[in-house]
């Protein structure tokens, strides 16, 4: 069975580095070809596609985050990770990890793929 689990400070700073790791269990990130996605739901808005890590390592970015985010894996610990720089109040939400079969950028709801629970981030200033 394939679970997500998202891990992480829940308080940032302004200014300061995001970083947020998801594990995986029950099948390998390298497997197959799926996409592991980063999402998160602004208050009062719909589910915003950060960027995704493909099984085969290539990495894609939401254009509008592009400049402020990185993500990267590591297979030994079969996990992802996102990292979310210069942080604002804005960036304050619901951070979740989803692997997916396609790649999908818009529309996301969450019945598709898998998905972890979540993890609130809120301003710690």
């Known amino acids: 069975q394939v679970q997500l689990q998202e891990s992480g400070p829940g308080l940032v700073k302004p200014s300061q580095t995001l970083s947020l790791t998801c594990t995986v269990s029950?099948?390998?990130?390298?497997?197959?070809?799926?996409?592991w996605n980063w999402i998160r739901q602004p208050p009062g808005k719909g589910l915003e596609w950060m960027g995704a890590?493909?099984?085969?390592?290539?990495?894609f970015y939401s254009p509008s985050l592009k400049s402020r985010t990185s993500i990267s894996r590591d297979t030994s610990t079969n996990q992802f990770t996102l990292q979310l720089r210069s942080v604002t109040p804005e960036d304050t939400t619901v951070y979740s990890c989803?692997?997916?079969?396609?790649?999908?950028?818009?529309?996301?709801?969450?019945?598709?793929?898998?998905w972890g629970q979540g993890t609130l981030v809120t301003d710690s200033s």
């Open positions: 989803a692997r997916y079969a396609l790649f999908k950028t818009t529309a996301w709801i969450r019945d598709y793929g898998y």
């Open positions: 029950g099948v390998s990130i390298t497997s197959g070809t799926y996409y």
């Open positions: 890590i493909h099984s085969s390592g290539s990495v």
